[in-house]
C-alpha cells in the first residue's frame, strides 16, 4: 500500500498503516526499513521511527 | 503489543545468516500466523476436498497470505472444480459441524450416481427418493474422501458416509436429539471412544468388529506399516516377516487384494479371510480363464 500526504493522520491511523504494511510486506526473513516504511506512508523516517514503539512495544525497540 | 498475538520484531544481519530464501533482507517484520508447514498442510487440506474452484482458490490465498507467503501461490496452478460437484457441499459441512458439535440427529437424502456421473438420490423399489435419519459423530478424511462417521438409525452399527453425497441436509426443529451415543458402539464399555485405535484397524472406512488377523509378507513391510501403526512384526529370515495386526476383516481383504498383484502377502488366520481370498481368486480365475483364446474375460461362468 502507498500513501502519500499523511501530514494530518492520526498517531491511530499510522499505527495500522505500518502493521498493514508489516503484514503484507514482511515474514521471517524479510524485513521492511523504517525508511521504506516512510516512503511509503509520505512521511519522514522520524515520524515512522516514533511511531513504532506503539507497533512493536518499546522493548522491541532498537535503532 | 502484539496484534492478534503476533510479534512484532527486527531482523539483523545476522538473523539471515543462515536464511533458505534467495532474497533475505534486515528489517522490521511481524510474525506470519502459519509457519510454512502449516500453510502447506492447511492448503493441501482444503485441495483434498475437493470444492468449488474459486472457493478453493480464495481460501487457499488467505492461508498463504496469513504465512506472508503470497507470491508463492502461482506455484499452486490451476484448479477445477469436480465435474459433479454438489452446490451443497459446503452448507453440508457447516450443518454437519453444528450437528455434531450440539450432538443433533439429522435427516437427509443420499445420492449415487446416475449413469453419465450426475449425483441422483437414492430411491426405494417404488422409486420414492429415500430419506434418511443418522446421529453424527464425526467428519474425516480416509484415503483421499471425506466421509461422516454416524449412527443411520435404520442400522445398528457406524456407518461412513461421503459428505459429498449428501442432498435435503436438515436437522429436525421438533425431536433432534440422538437415538445412539458414540460410547455405545465402543467395544470397551465405560471407556472413551478412541478414534486413532477405531480409524488404524480399518484401512478402509467401515464398520465390523475388528479382529487379530496373522499374516506374512516378503521383502518389505512398507504395505504394512503404511497402513497399520500397531502392527506387531517378527522378522523370520532374510526376506520374511511374520505380522499380527488387529484390523476389520473385509477392509482387510481389500487392503491384501491390492498387493495381489505383488505376490508378496500370505494370510495365515482367520481362516474366513483365507476362504474369501481363495473364493475371490476362484472367481478371478474363471472370469479370465479363456482370455488367452477370445481376448475377453468369460463372463458366463
Redesign the interface.
Known amino acids: 500500500m502507498a500513501v502519500s500526504h499523511y501530514a494530518a493522520v492520526s498517531t491511530a491511523e499510522i499505527v495500522i498503516i505500518i ?1 498493514e504494511l ?2 503484507k510486506n ?9 525508511v ?2 516512510a516512503n511509503q506512508l509520505g512521511v519522514t523516517e522520524k515520524t515512522v521511527r516514533s511511531h ?1 514503539p ?4 518499546n522493548a ?1 525497540i ?1 535503532s | 503489543m502484539q496484534p492478534f498475538g503476533r510479534k512484532i520484531g527486527r531482523i539483523e544481519h545476522k538473523d539471515l545468516k543462515h536464511a533458505e530464501s534467495a532474497d533475505p533482507r534486515p528489517g522490521w517484520y511481524i510474525e506470519p500466523i502459519f509457519d510454512t508447514a502449516q500453510m502447506r498442510l492447511l492448503a493441501d487440506g482444503a485441495i483434498l476436498s475437493r470444492s468449488d474452484s474459486e472457493y478453493l482458490h480464495d481460501l487457499i490465498a488467505k492461508v498463504y497470505a496469513f504465512a506472508g507467503q503470497s507470491s508463492q501461490l502461482s506455484a499452486l496452478g490451476k484448479m477445477s472444480t469436480p465435474r459433479n460437484y454438489n452446490r451443497e457441499f459446503l452448507n453440508n459441512i457447516e450443518l454437519l459441524n453444528d450437528a455434531i458439535v450440539h450432538e443433533w440427529a439429522i435427516t437427509f437424502r443420499y445420492c449415487t450416481y446416475d449413469v453419465d456421473g450426475t449425483l441422483v438420490p437414492r430411491k426405494d423399489a417404488d422409486g420414492n427418493v429415500k430419506k434418511y435419519a443418522a446421529d453424527p459423530y464425526r467428519l474425516m478424511y480416509r484415503n483421499g474422501k471425506y466421509y461422516l462417521i454416524c449412527h443411520m438409525h435404520q442400522h445398528n452399527n457406524l456407518s461412513y458416509l461421503h459428505v459429498e453425497r449428501f442432498r435435503d441436509l436438515a436437522v429436525n426443529e421438533s425431536n433432534h436429539s440422538l437415538m445412539r451415543t458414540l460410547d455405545s458402539f465402543n467395544p470397551e464399555p465405560g471407556t472413551p471412544f478412541d478414534w486413532d485405535k477405531h480409524m488404524g484397524e480399518r484401512p478402509y472406512p467401515m464398520d465390523d468388529k475388528a479382529i487379530p488377523i496373522h499374516l506374512r509378507i516378503k521383502d518389505t513391510l512398507e504395505p504394512i506399516y503404511d497402513w497399520f501403526d500397531a502392527a506387531q512384526v517378527t522378522q523370520l529370515d532374510k526376506h520374511t516377516y511374520d505380522v499380527w495386526i488387529t484390523a476389520n476383516e473385509k477392509a482387510t481383504l481389500w487392503w491384501a487384494l491390492q498387493y495381489a498383484d505383488d505376490r508378496i502377502i500370505e494370510i495365515l488366520s482367520p481362516p474366513s479371510l483365507c476362504d474369501t481370498l481363495r473364493g475371490d481368486g476362484e472367481y478371478l480365475a474363471s472370469l479370465y480363464a479363456d482370455v488367452g483364446s477370445t481376448g475377453l474375460p468369460n463372463h458366463d461362468s
Do not use: F, K, P
Not at chain 1, 506503539?54 to 512495544?57: I, R
Open positions: 502493521l508489516l503484514d514482511t515474514d521471517r526473513e524479510h524485513g521492511i526499513t523504517a521504506w516504511i513504532l506503539y507497533v512493536a512495544g522491541a532498537r
